[in-house]
């Protein structure tokens, strides 16, 4: 473990991916032209948000290495193309106070019902608190990788590959939309609109960057959707994604005339504290199904979580 070894200066070839740690994969940063003496000042310049005392704490502790796992030091001399691994870290991470549950594991695919709030791989302030990293600390598995993504506000399904020699084979399932998404949202009542009915439009990245917004042009989303149940209140829909863009069933929901419920983001921004899970996005990626391309045998799953009423 990188924990027992002692550091060493090298720069000296790289061949090996360097192992996670507590779940977490290093980032990895090709070192490029410049007068920087030392591996350490270059970081501290490439990353400003990061100080030299955390770099040089991490270099101490080993979370900083090259691509055969040793220790880079504080003298390790810069050099252009080494690859340097280094584990992130957030000093004041929340915890995410809710479970995921895992539905199904076998030897090529885990698929694990995602609570609110969690996002599936390392972003932002979310490090160590995500899907995959909790997956991978359960399951001893370092392999583990997602298919696919939902945004973090949104709880339900996502599929891991378990297994890196059939990975391209489940990987395609989503590329060739060979994969069935079916979700449900808690929305205003549209009473004067048909349904069932198909949302067809151009998304492109908005302001700030984060967000996602429609266009004129040709259309590259689509989603088919339809009504459940109608209340007094909200509607519960059922959203089937024909496409797979960011926000996409947020911003299609938006433009329509009903965002979904606590939608922080569409149509407008809503600033919440963090740690505030008082309102979660009314959103549920609810069912998947497929033909296991290794098996031949047609694959359903469903999520136990609910939306409020």
Request: one cysteine or more; charged letters at 25%.
């Given at each position: 473990?990188?924990?027992?070894?002692?550091?060493?200066?090298?720069?000296?070839?790289?061949?090996?991916?360097?192992?996670?740690?507590?779940?977490?994969?290093?980032?990895?940063?090709?070192?490029?032209?410049?007068?920087?003496?030392?591996?350490?000042?270059?970081?501290?310049?490439?990353?400003?948000?990061?100080?030299?005392?955390?770099?040089?704490?991490?270099?101490?502790?080993?979370?900083?290495?090259?691509?055969?796992?040793?220790?880079?030091?504080?003298?390790?001399?810069?050099?252009?193309?080494?690859?340097?691994?280094?584990?992130?870290?957030?000093?004041?991470?929340?915890?995410?106070?809710?479970?995921?549950?895992?539905?199904?594991?076998?030897?090529?695919?885990?698929?694990?019902?995602k609570p609110h709030f969690l996002t599936v791989t390392p972003a932002g302030g979310h490090v160590h608190e995500t899907l995959l990293g909790r997956l991978i600390r359960q399951t001893g598995n370092p392999?583990?990788?997602?298919?696919?993504?939902?945004?973090?506000?949104?709880?339900?399904?996502?599929?891991?590959?378990?297994?890196?020699?059939?990975?391209?084979?489940?990987?395609?399932?989503?590329?060739?939309?060979?994969?069935?998404?079916?979700?449900?949202?808690?929305?205003?009542?549209?009473?004067?609109?048909?349904?069932?009915?198909?949302?067809?439009?151009?998304?492109?990245?908005?302001?700030?960057?984060?967000?996602?917004?429609?266009?004129?042009?040709?259309?590259?989303?689509?989603?088919?959707?339809?009504?459940?149940?109608?209340?007094?209140?909200?509607?519960?829909?059922?959203?089937?994604?024909?496409?797979?863009?960011?926000?996409?069933?947020?911003?299609?929901?938006?433009?329509?005339?009903?965002?979904?419920?606590?939608?922080?983001?569409?149509?407008?921004?809503?600033?919440?504290?963090?740690?505030?899970?008082?309102?979660?996005?009314?959103?549920?990626?609810?069912?998947?199904?497929?033909?296991?391309?290794?098996?031949?045998?047609?694959?359903?799953?469903?999520?136990?979580?609910?939306?409020?009423?």
């Open positions: 473990m990188l924990a027992n070894r002692k550091p060493v200066a090298h720069t000296g070839s790289m061949r090996k991916r360097p192992p996670h740690i507590d779940g977490l994969a290093a980032s990895t940063l090709q070192l490029p032209p410049g007068a920087w003496p030392t591996v350490l000042d270059c970081l501290c310049e490439r990353f400003p948000a990061v100080s030299r005392v955390q770099w040089l704490e991490r270099m101490a502790r080993g979370r900083v290495v090259d691509s055969e796992g040793r220790w880079l030091t504080p003298d390790t001399p810069h050099l252009v193309g080494l690859e340097v691994h280094y584990y992130r870290e957030v000093s004041d991470e929340l915890p995410i106070p809710f479970d995921e549950v895992v539905l199904h594991s076998d030897a090529d695919l885990l698929v694990a019902d392999t583990l990788a997602p298919l696919h993504r939902i945004d973090r506000e949104t709880a339900g399904l996502v599929l891991f590959s378990t297994n890196p020699h059939s990975r391209a084979a489940y990987q395609a399932l989503f590329r060739e939309r060979r994969i069935q998404k079916y979700y449900e949202a808690m929305a205003p009542a549209l009473p004067n609109a048909e349904f069932p009915c198909v949302r067809s439009s151009r998304i492109v990245a908005g302001e700030p960057f984060f967000r996602m917004q429609e266009i004129e042009g040709p259309a590259n989303s689509e989603t088919r959707i339809d009504v459940i149940t109608r209340g007094d209140g909200n509607w519960r829909y059922a959203l089937t994604p024909i496409t797979g863009r960011k926000h996409q069933l947020r911003v299609h929901m938006a433009a329509l005339g009903a965002p979904i419920a606590n939608d922080g983001m569409y149509p407008s921004l809503v600033q919440r504290a963090p740690g505030d899970y008082s309102a979660p996005l009314q959103l549920l990626a609810k069912r998947l199904s497929f033909i296991d391309p290794i098996s031949g045998v047609e694959r359903r799953f469903c999520s136990n979580f609910l939306l409020d009423r």
